[in-house]
């Protein structure tokens, strides 16, 4: 092998080494810039998810002493860019505002289910025989009920408010991370590396967290971030239903709530704008989601 | 396939028995006395312990439960505590109307997503295609209570061409069979209020089917996605079969099944779903009942129809398990 060969072969290898490390992650994360729809996904994600963490901040806003009797309802105009409600209120501002309830309540009841669901779907799967069972059947009973259903029956109880929907639409939503993660785990468990440290003596505890845990991750994670825009809808619902968040306070669903009496003098700007809001960050998280969900598992796409 | 049926159905004994004591434990655990609660400003002495009575909470919580299930599997689900009248009654007479919008809601969501999204699949990448799951996309987005509030602005406030809500038109007398109003018209032979109905019924089934219809839609596109990239599909289309007698007799009849699982999940939806719409559209529901009876703090009624949604929703899912072996005859073996 002549010298420039293998100065050339030596470079090659170089230039390998050279390159950033291929993880998992850093490919997923490549895949999902890659695609034009999680893009958009991401960008109408963020967009109102600093709109939730700035705009109480830099416009700090009173519910309780906002309204202006000379403005009712009047149309969109440059003054008020989507009009304004029954209280000569801001219908923009109030959505900025409200983004706040809607964003808030989505992000951390998807936390909190995903923690709670994803322990008891671990312990399940990793424990096996009757705590299995007995967890397993516990999470059916809660799925054999519609989830909105299961939710507006709680707040029903625990009586209306933005805090109980929280408390409601996060118990609704843990036997999905529960199952999930048991089933990741059941699969896991089988695997050779499990096999491996169990063999080298590692305690359960430490096999489940370092071993089984990291690799249940991206289908939990794909879940949550479309959790988090099942929850935006559950928290409308139930505001729209008035077991939400209570009035003066905004929130997208009990501004639509509000303004139902307005239907038919044909007041559209206080109804489109509101549903509107929700709908675009619904169909940001749904888009994520979908991105996600494709570039941590590319066997599952289809085309 | 009997044997499987006989062992699935056996399955949801324990499920409805849990069912059961979660909606029993409702009205106990809630904070506070729930007579108090349901009475708020009339909560005197007298009317709390009159309420508990009627609840029959003085009695062991045990007892009290055996008390429920014995009424309840004998069709008794409880009293409504300012009506007075049977909830089980109620909901004979109400839920007709649910099963009419949601059945109306299913069929525009088959209709219309089922075709979308084989034309999608075979037509992929073309205009058809993207224009097809753009609006899906959105239809899953959409909250449906916002939408049927959009659809009764465009088609009844400004367009004048469909009723906002309710059943039929105010002025309107109709003595009911079954209170299944398309059914019961023609039954009557009575064609003027069959079209009535129809159209009291188009906007609630759209604003109900609309999620339904864009699920179903992208599920049928990617098993039918899925199946056209089969060497069986080439094989088919080299012995020069026509493209429709493909898409139809090979591709569709394997792609069945993820859309059979898809459209059974649906159900879940629709039925909370309708507690929107029918609120949304003053649909006599028993989805507007419930809510009607959350805000009177009626919890018999709460409790009742919380049950009786739960037990349809455990048998719709047990049919659709069945229809899935059924159509797919290696499930029983697993």
């Known amino acids: 092998m002549s010298a420039v060969a293998v100065a050339n072969e030596q470079s090659e290898i170089l230039a390998v080494l050279a390159r950033p490390p291929r993880s998992l992650w850093r490919d997923a994360w490549r895949r999902l810039l890659s695609n034009r729809l999680a893009r958009v996904g991401m960008a109408i994600s963020l967009f109102f998810l600093l709109m939730a963490i700035f705009v109480p901040f830099v416009f700090p806003y009173n519910a309780k002493v906002d309204s202006d009797l000379v403005n009712q309802l009047t149309e969109p105009s440059r003054e008020h860019l989507m009009g304004t409600d029954e209280q000569g209120r801001d219908v923009m501002n109030r959505i900025a505002q409200g983004a706040q309830a809607s964003l808030g309540v989505g992000l951390s009841s998807v936390l909190i289910a995903v923690v709670i669901g994803t322990l008891i779907g671990l312990v399940a799967g990793f424990a096996g025989r009757w705590i299995d069972i007995v967890l397993m059947f516990l999470m059916d009973i809660m799925l054999s009920f519609p989830g909105l259903l299961l939710a507006i029956a709680i707040v029903a109880l625990v009586g209306p408010g933005l805090r109980n929907s929280l408390l409601a639409i996060t118990t609704v939503s843990i036997p999905v991370y529960a199952r999930i993660a048991r089933s990741t785990v059941l699969s896991i468990k089988e695997q050779e590396y499990v096999t491996a440290a169990r063999c080298v003596g590692a305690p359960s505890p430490r096999i489940l967290f370092r071993h089984v845990f990291p690799n249940s991750l991206s289908p939990i994670l794909v879940q949550g971030t479309l959790g988090i825009a099942t929850a935006i809808l559950e928290i409308a619902a139930l505001g729209f239903l008035g077991l939400g968040q209570q009035p003066p306070y905004p929130e997208w669903g009990a501004m639509l709530a509000d303004s139902v009496k307005y239907l038919t003098s044909g007041a559209w700007w206080v109804l489109l704008f509101p549903g509107f809001a929700i709908m675009l960050t619904v169909l940001g998280f749904n888009l994520l989601g979908d991105g996600l969900r494709d570039a941590l598992d590319p066997r599952l796409r289809v085309d | ?334």
Not at chain 2, 74 to 81: A, K, N, P
Not at chain 2, 244 to 250: M, Q, S
Not at chain 2, 321 to 332: E, G, H, S
């Open chain 2, 1 to 334: 396939m009997l044997r499987y049926v006989i062992k699935r159905v056996l399955t949801i004994v324990p499920v409805i028995l849990g069912v059961s004591i979660l909606v029993f434990g409702f009205i106990r655990v809630i904070p506070g006395d729930v007579a108090t609660v349901m009475l708020g400003e009339r909560a005197t002495p007298e009317n709390v312990a009159r309420i508990r009575e009627q609840l029959g909470l003085t009695k062991p919580l045990y007892e009290q439960y055996l008390i429920f299930m014995g009424n309840a599997l004998r069709g008794d689900l409880g009293t409504s505590v300012l009506r007075g009248e049977p909830v089980t009654q109620e909901i004979i007479r109400r839920f007709p109307a649910t099963i009419e919008l949601t059945l109306g809601a299913i069929l525009i969501a088959l209709v219309v997503g089922i075709p979308a999204g084989i034309i999608s699949a075979v037509r992929r990448g073309t205009w058809f295609d993207s224009l097809s799951m753009l609006v899906a996309l959105t239809g899953v987005s959409m909250p449906i209570f916002w939408l049927g509030l959009m659809l009764i602005l465009l088609f009844s406030v400004f367009l004048h061409i469909l009723p906002t809500g309710a059943r039929l038109d105010g002025a309107t007398r109709f003595e009911p069979i079954t209170n299944l109003l398309l059914l019961d018209s023609l039954l009557k032979g009575n064609i003027g209020i069959f079209f009535q109905t129809l159209r009291h019924l188009a906007l609630p089934a759209i604003a109900l089917g609309t999620i339904p219809m864009a699920i179903i839609a992208r599920m049928t596109r990617s098993a039918m996605l899925e199946v056209l990239n089969q060497d069986y599909i080439r094989t088919a289309h080299a012995k020069g079969l026509k493209e429709r007698a493909v898409v139809i007799n090979h591709a569709l009849r394997n792609a069945w099944l993820p859309v059979i699982t898809v459209v059974g999940l649906q159900v879940g939806r629709l039925l909370s779903g309708a507690i929107l719409t029918e609120t949304v559209f003053s649909w006599p529901g028993i989805g507007r009942w419930l809510v009607d009876a959350i805000y009177a703090r009626d919890f018999p009624i709460v409790q009742g129809v919380t049950l009786f949604i739960a037990i349809i929703f455990v048998g719709v899912n047990l049919v659709v398990d069945i229809l899935y072996a059924w159509v797919d005859p290696r499930i029983k073996f697993e």
